[in-house]
């Protein structure tokens, strides 16, 4: 379906698109439409489904704009939210899905695949994508779903190693100097992905893995000088890398190989002045081809039930109030 909406001449598109178009971006990671822009024109192309919840979000900010003079990117967000609600009913996290959705990974318990339909929009943009980065809250899947689409593509021998990042920041505390070799110091800050990778594959056939370097879990700062061929690379907690730091990552990217960034940008641990790297590249890539920007919602949620109502109280009243 297509469909083209006419701005009215008191409506100045670079109000409404936002800066860099980054609302209309917005609008396209999360309900998977295509969105061009031009002048006073709009065009919006997909699902129905879709196209007819982007022209409602649309026309919401254009009202918003004309009340308020200005639109924050929390407006687009509420508006997302309002959207992906009306379209489909949240599903619970033990519901069934059909065997067409799961990734096939080393083992069959537990069942892994998307839950909503923001995640499976993440799902596909990392099928078309060399490099997709994904921002969201706590429980949306960002770190989990990446890690089965390595696994998958690592069993059909479409890449030939998995290399795992995170930036060693502390989430407001000082560990101090931490006993024991450099695996042991890092360790802490690596158990997530850990925890992801013991669900895709039997214990020994990870150990055997790493111990051949085809999985590598590391920290951010030991990627630099690196190439990475034939490989799947996340970087996980994206959100507390600098600015030089992201740069420096994604230029690792080599023949044949995907790139994921996953980071909740509610969530920067950074010294205060520094910009966050996931922010930044976000902003600064959403427009290159072959560069996917998606951003996952409350309404992605799929952990404890209370963990969306949580996001949304500290969401709504900011963590100094």
């Given at each position: ?32 439409v ?50 992906l ?111 992801a990778?013991h ?13 051949n ?25 994206a ?62 949620i ?20």
């Amino acid at each position: 379906m297509e469909l083209s909406i006419t701005l009215e001449s008191q409506t100045p598109p670079q109000l409404l698109f936002g800066s860099g178009d980054r609302h209309l971006r917005q609008i396209r990671s999360a309900l998977a439409v295509q969105i061009s822009a031009r002048d006073s024109v709009v065009r919006l192309a997909g699902d129905p489904p879709a196209v007819t919840a982007a022209a409602k979000v649309l026309e919401a900010l254009k009202l918003r704009l004309r009340e308020h003079q200005h639109i924050r990117e929390q407006d687009v967000t509420e508006l997302l939210e309002q959207a992906l609600e009306t379209r489909q009913p949240t599903q619970h996290p033990s519901a069934d899905h059909t065997e067409d959705s799961t990734i096939d990974v080393y083992t069959t318990h537990p069942r892994i695949g998307p839950k909503t339909d923001g995640q499976a929009a993440y799902l596909q943009a990392i099928h078309k994508h060399d490099l997709t980065i994904c921002l969201g809250p706590a429980g949306t899947g960002k770190t989990y779903l990446a890690v089965a689409m390595a696994v998958t593509l690592l069993k059909h021998h479409r890449i030939k190693r998995i290399v795992l990042v995170r930036p060693a920041v502390e989430a407001g505390e000082k560990l101090g100097f931490l006993p024991g070799d450099m695996q042991a110091k890092v360790n802490p800050y690596l158990r997530p992905l850990f925890d992801a990778m013991h669900d895709m594959m039997p214990f020994e056939q990870l150990k055997r893995f790493m111990q051949n370097d085809i999985i590598e879990v590391i920290p951010l700062a030991f990627m630099r000088g690196r190439t990475l061929n034939h490989s799947a690379v996340i970087l996980d907690e994206a959100q507390n890398s600098t600015v030089a730091q992201m740069l420096m990552f994604l230029t690792r990217l080599g023949h044949d190989s995907k790139m994921i960034v996953t980071g909740d940008d509610s969530q920067v641990d950074l010294e205060r002045g520094q910009k966050s790297g996931l922010l930044d590249a976000a902003q600064r890539l959403g427009p290159v081809p072959g560069v996917a920007v998606v951003r996952l919602l409350k309404s992605d949620i799929v952990r404890h039930p209370l963990v969306q109502h949580i996001v949304e109280v500290y969401g709504e009243n900011g963590l100094n109030k």
